[in-house]
């Protein structure tokens, strides 16, 4: 079975309910996500609909949705417990849940009360999944650099355009699409606008699931719009103000949920290697089948490869690594959900999360020897999901830019005082964990 104890040092930032939360993602996770996750790593050129319709029956698409809007109004720390749990078992069925989480948060924090009130439940009750459409081929994360226009047509407007790498591309039934509203040359803080763009409108195509490199079940696709005509009623936030929609959802869902992604893995990456060099067959709680080539159980040097000292110290830098981005990733959101200044806490846990889960996938590629190439071996898909951590919300160099500005103060909006408001989830909880 696996752990369902969240470690003591988590405690600070976990109510009942969190706890609560935990244990049944931990059982989810072993009972409807594991036993999919090797097809999904064998069927890469199939989007994973299974586990998301799954998610969506619990109500998990709407974790931070508000209770007034039909959702759970947990918060982000719940949502982190989540994230991180589903992605020690699959990174995949993981990104499926934050990728929707993301214009989630945009539309609870910019859309209008009817706006909610239509959406919102839909997405809480798992009839709709959504995207958010900002990366475009030739501007890649550069928001100011977006060429997709947005015209005024009579009472709406027709949108032409393409996005791509878009999460959840197959999976949502609406997708909001960050658009230039202004003539070329204004300043891109007025110059874009966000709109939400069914599936369905004419004019909208969706090319073909590629696989990447990892997150095989994962829809990260492209979407071409050819003059797509929506009402202004699917205008998010004003007009030109949709650069502050993509960078606030980028910094308080983005980057914390790309955190705990990376957290999951992490800690996978650690067990996987710890267990293979001390001889316990066991990957994600489970024990792994006790054929030869999955162990290390041939004598070396009078004992396990544990318990040579250059290794011991190579597991001692792994554990370092992984119980500082676990106190990272849960810190940087309890500030959150207590509506504290932490735009740079986010920013430095998605950073650090990737960066040294990155460096002990590949210790640990390392560690394995010739064992880290067997492509029915976690490990090898531990180190290609990983990749997908880094560039999404910005990259690292982008996250280094983002922490200078903070350190000269040269950052004056605080996205995490300005539009957060403390969930229901932050008080303690009677009920016994």
């Given at each position: 079975?696996?752990?369902?104890?969240?470690?003591?040092?988590?405690?600070?930032?976990?109510?009942?309910?969190?706890?609560?939360?935990?244990?049944?993602?931990?059982?989810?996770?072993?009972?409807?996500?594991?036993?999919?996750?090797?097809?999904?790593?064998?069927?890469?050129?199939?989007?994973?609909?299974?586990?998301?319709?799954?998610?969506?029956?619990?109500?998990?698409?709407?974790?931070?949705?508000?209770?007034?809007?039909?959702?759970?109004?947990?918060?982000?720390?719940?949502?982190?417990?989540?994230?991180?749990?589903?992605?020690?078992?699959?990174?995949?069925?993981?990104?499926?849940?934050?990728?929707?989480?993301?214009?989630?948060?945009?539309?609870?924090?910019?859309?209008?009360?009817?706006?909610?009130?239509?959406?919102?439940?839909?997405?809480?009750?798992?009839?709709?999944?959504?995207?958010?459409?900002?990366?475009?081929?030739?501007?890649?994360?550069?928001?100011?650099?977006?060429?997709?226009?947005?015209?005024?047509?009579?009472?709406?407007?027709?949108?032409?355009?393409?996005?791509?790498?878009?999460?959840?591309?197959?999976?949502?039934?609406?997708?909001?699409?960050?658009?230039r509203t202004a003539e070329p040359g204004v300043s891109p803080s007025r110059a874009l606008t966000a709109f939400l763009v069914e599936s369905d409108r004419k004019g909208l195509s969706i090319a073909d699931h590629r696989p990447g490199l990892g997150l095989h079940g994962f829809s990260a696709g492209r979407l071409d719009l050819d003059r797509v005509h929506v009402p202004d009623g699917n205008k998010v936030g004003q007009v030109g103000h949709g650069l502050d929609v993509a960078q606030s959802s980028s910094i308080l869902y983005g980057r914390p949920n790309l955190a705990a992604v990376s957290l999951g893995l992490h800690e996978m990456v650690v067990e996987t290697t710890t267990s293979y060099l001390a001889n316990r067959p066991r990957y994600g709680g489970f024990l792994v089948e006790t054929t030869t080539s999955y162990l290390a159980n041939r004598p070396r040097y009078g004992g396990f490869l544990s318990d040579q000292p250059v290794v011991h110290d190579r597991i001692g830098e792994l554990e370092s690594r992984v119980r500082a981005a676990r106190i990272l990733a849960y810190q940087a959101v309890h500030l959150l959900d207590h509506g504290l200044p932490c735009?740079?806490?986010?920013?430095n846990a998605k950073y650090l999360g990737h960066a040294w889960a990155a460096r002990s996938a590949q210790d640990a590629m390392e560690l394995h020897g010739g064992q880290a190439f067997d492509t029915g071996y976690p490990l090898q898909r531990l180190w290609r999901d990983i990749q997908h951590t880094y560039p999404p919300a910005g990259t690292g160099e982008v996250q280094r830019i983002r922490l200078a500005?903070?350190?000269?103060?040269?950052?004056?909006?605080?996205?995490?005082?300005?539009?957060?408001?403390?969930?229901?989830?932050?008080?303690?909880?009677?009920?016994?964990?």
């Open positions: 079975m696996p752990t369902t104890t969240p470690p003591p040092s988590l405690r600070p930032y976990l109510t009942a309910r969190h706890e609560l939360l935990w244990q049944e993602a931990d059982t989810f996770a072993s009972d409807c996500v594991a036993p999919r996750a090797a097809r999904m790593e064998a069927a890469r050129g199939r989007v994973e609909r299974k586990v998301a319709e799954l998610m969506a029956n619990r109500g998990w698409f709407g974790v931070t949705v508000p209770i007034e809007f039909g959702g759970m109004g947990a918060g982000h720390v719940a949502k982190t417990i989540l994230v991180h749990r589903i992605a020690r078992v699959s990174a995949a069925a993981a990104a499926i849940l934050q990728a929707t989480l993301i214009p989630v948060g945009a539309l609870r924090h910019f859309g209008s009360y009817e706006q909610k009130d239509y959406w919102l439940p839909q997405v809480a009750a798992g009839s709709l999944l959504l995207s958010i459409a900002s990366t475009e081929p030739s501007a890649g994360g550069h928001i100011g650099g977006i060429q997709t226009v947005a015209e005024r047509v009579g009472n709406g407007w027709a949108i032409t355009g393409n996005k791509i790498h878009i999460g959840n591309a197959h999976l949502a039934g609406a997708h909001l699409v960050i658009a735009d740079t806490d986010l920013i500005d903070a350190a000269l103060e040269d950052d004056p909006i605080q996205w995490s005082v300005l539009l957060t408001g403390e969930p229901a989830w932050t008080q303690p909880d009677p009920t016994p964990a």
